[in-house]
């Protein structure tokens, strides 16, 4: 379930552009004013808004709010302000372009249904004029490069049907290339890149059952290498994308110096899908409750925007 | 352009399939008023037809079709019946299931539009449940594996732009490794599975400028090798499907025991496309019409009816 909250009745989007225009002008930004508004309506609200804004001020919000905001706060408004889609791809790019951020290609190709996947996909390439495979291959290369381009490429079958002798076998199969550290093996590719997800998570169910352990527990290699860890995001993001999440909050927010990037990106692409789930894990696990981390580990109306998208 | 002709005005579904009832009843059937009907209605007029026949006489026409006629005929209408996307979907169905015919596989991802191949994959999955790339990667392993499932997975960028200068740069760098038969190096796959076709045209176009030669000509491998031969399929798709179908056409036709599966498959997929473009140059090459030597490697009903897909 989503965090977002979004007033009933919510004003109209002349109102708000209104209350937003306000907000921006003059000296300093009323940045209060902003998040109010902002963090409480759902993606087709924002887009009314923003249409609305452009009717009636002849100018594009989301560059007004560039020129007014800053740090954090601004990058996790700028963010929240796309739709999913056009979200994610933007989401890509900028993971291809900040050096490598693998985790985020593995996430938009792992995590949503074959359709949105392709959404994106389509989007990303009106917005820059290549397709994500050619981006991503031109920036790897070796075993990474066949799993990422394996995994952004692929049109998974996305229907329910599972074939129980099939995940037997391939759980089998996996057990057996795995434990002999043989993890860029070209079956382990095959199985990950094009099998559908609930057969996926049938093999992975198998591989638990039979083997006494998770199979991501046994994808740890000694040199901490890059493969590997690409590989295990992938897995868990296909086994469970609640709990993927959540650990990311825990890791963002645990180790000293915040990882800013990544914990807004976490708040502000799931706040309109599930984030409830992520947060009710995440209050079992820290033994603490998301917003009190969040409080703690940020500042300012950085702090505030989150704490709102999580419904505060 | 076609070679279908659709007569004008065309009689009403339902008089099409009242003549296709009595063609299908009583002893024998009469193939030529089958030929004659079928072999004139472009694929929206057989949807029509076939519905009409299914309310009309409670029976499926194509099964009807199935019991009535045989051999490479039956064959050839089967697959005649079928919308393009459909068709395409059961080819590849067709190619896998049968051995391994990768040329079929080439032919679908490498010659329609991005959109094509994402509706035929989409056609693929609707009809067996399991995604084209999870087949094709099963029925596969090494190199040629890597290449088909690339090929039938990516999507591509659909633009027109082409980047002059990395079309200089790769043009270079296929020419380093194919040089030394490098030919599975992994730029090789990246390059060909990746970038959009008007860029690859552009790199090919390059390549022969400054080489001398045709990529396809410096990809010859002394031992005959399969992955070298895919390769070689890809390219040629890729850069003219026209001259591609028109030597698939010649071999067929040419060597001991033609090829009927070949030949049926370039005339039943182009004859509401482009076969007019590759009986062009078809016949400045082989030096006889295409007609000629249909008429002359074939016979019968089956002979009759690529004639009429001809325009004949």
């Not at 290498?225 to 959540?246: P, Q, T, W």
Request: neutral net charge; proline residues 2%.
């Amino acid at each position: 379930m989503a965090t977002l909250k979004v007033p009933s009745p919510v004003p109209s989007p002349v109102e708000d552009a209104e209350r937003l225009r306000k907000a921006c002008q003059g000296w300093g930004t009323d940045e209060k004013t902003v998040i109010s508004i902002l963090a409480h309506r759902d993606a087709t609200q924002r887009l009314q808004i923003m249409n609305t804004y452009e009717e009636l001020y002849k100018e594009n919000l989301i560059k007004r709010l560039e020129s007014e905001l800053s740090g954090d706060f601004e990058k996790a408004v700028y963010r929240w302000m796309f739709n999913p889609v056009d979200r994610e791809a933007f989401l890509a790019k900028y993971a291809l372009s900040k050096g490598l951020d693998f985790r985020v290609l593995i996430e938009i190709s792992c995590i949503g249904s074959t359709s949105h996947l392709l959404a994106v996909k389509q989007a990303y390439q009106a917005c820059y004029k290549r397709s994500i495979e050619e981006d991503v291959a031109s920036k790897t290369s070796g075993d990474l490069r066949k799993l990422l381009v394996g995994l952004v490429s692929t049109y998974r079958y996305d229907g329910h049907e599972v074939d129980t002798g099939l995940a037997v076998t391939e759980a089998k199969l996996l057990h057996d290339v795995i434990s002999k550290k043989d993890f860029n093996n070209e079956e382990v590719l095959r199985i990950l890149t094009t099998r559908s997800k609930p057969q996926l998570r049938a093999i992975f169910n198998r591989y638990k059952d039979e083997y006494g352990a998770a199979i991501t527990k046994n994808l740890t290699s000694d040199d901490g290498d890059e493969f590997a860890s690409a590989l295990r995001i992938a897995m868990r993001c296909i086994a469970s994308s609640h709990n993927y999440f959540e650990k990311l909050l825990r890791t963002a927010m645990d180790k000293p110096g915040t990882d800013e990037d990544t914990l807004t990106r976490v708040i502000v692409t799931r706040a309109d899908t599930d984030l409830k789930d992520i947060k009710e894990i995440y209050e079992k696990r820290a033994n603490k409750s998301l917003e009190q981390a969040i409080s703690k580990e940020t500042s300012g109306h950085y702090k505030n925007f989150l704490l709102a998208l999580l419904g505060n």
